[in-house]
Antibody, heavy 122, light 106 residues
Framework: QVQLQESGPGLVKPSQTLSLTCTVSGDSIRSGEYYWTWIRQPLGQGLEWIGF???????YYNPSLKRRLSISLDTSKNQFFLRLNFVSAADTAVYYC??????????????WGHGTLVTVSS | SYELTQPPSVSVSPGQTATITCSGDKLGDKYTCWYQQRPGQSPVLVIYQDTQRPSGIPERFSGSNSGNTATLTISGTQAMDEADYFC?????????FGPGTKVTVL
């Protein structure tokens, strides 16, 4: 059974960099079948796709975050990473990692991690 | 950028049918999926590729997509179905989520 687990600091200061790790178990991120994804959700609000990465290193980013965003991976550790620069209070949210399956023009996220709350505050 | 709209809330009596809509320009030309998010939990996929139900999702969940509207239907709604439901589509290499619909089982 595939499981994803987010980890990283729960508190980041404004203008600094938010860094999170997603550790995957039960599947290999080198399998080539899936993309590995970050999604966030401000408390009490909706879901926002951040971006995803393929095992080859190919990335797709949300255009609204692209200039501050970097997603990378370490296949040897079966982990992928999120870095978001120059954060502000607007980046406070629960951050989820998830597996994206693409089939033709369809795609969906399954499963999701439990999520980790990141607060941006001084 | 592509946008999806959903009603903020839907109320349903136990045992009745809940219908949740998701609208977008020519949405029927794209594939839509749906996620259920219970309070304090992560989202769970309940419908993918418009009509497909993942393993473990009850048969009372069904989906359709045509024209500008995708629909999630919960037949014989149970108290455990009370949750937020989000639609999602894939457009021009970008993932788009709807704003979510809160389903209340009265």
């Amino acid at each position: 059974q595939v499981q994803l687990q987010e980890s990283g600091p729960g508190l980041v200061k404004p203008s600094q960099t938010l860094s999170l790790t997603c550790t995957v178990s039960g599947d290999s991120i080198r399998s080539g079948e899936y993309y590995w994804t970050w999604i966030r959700q401000p408390l009490g609000q909706g879901l926002e796709w951040i971006g995803f990465i393929y095992y080859s290193g190919t990335t797709y980013y949300n255009p609204s975050l692209k200039r501050r965003l970097s997603i990378s991976l370490d296949t040897s550790k079966n982990q992928f990473f999120l870095r978001l620069n120059f954060v502000s209070a607007a980046d406070t949210a629960v951050y989820y990692c998830a597996r994206w399956y693409a089939s033709g023009s369809a795609g969906w996220f399954d499963p999701w991690g439990h999520g980790t709350l990141v607060t941006v505050s001084s | 950028s592509y946008e999806l709209t959903q009603p903020p809330s839907v109320s349903v009596s136990p045992g009745q049918t809940a219908t949740i809509t998701c609208s977008g320009d020519k949405l029927g030309d794209k594939y839509t999926c749906w996620y259920q998010q219970r309070p304090g939990q992560s989202p769970v996929l309940v419908i993918y590729q418009d009509t497909q139900r993942p393993s473990g999702i009850p048969e009372r969940f069904s989906g359709s997509n045509s024209g500008n509207t995708a629909t999630l239907t919960i037949s014989g709604t149970q108290a455990m179905d009370e949750a937020d439901y989000f639609c999602q589509a894939w457009d021009k290499s970008t993932v788009v989520f709807g704003p979510g619909t809160k389903v209340t089982v009265l």
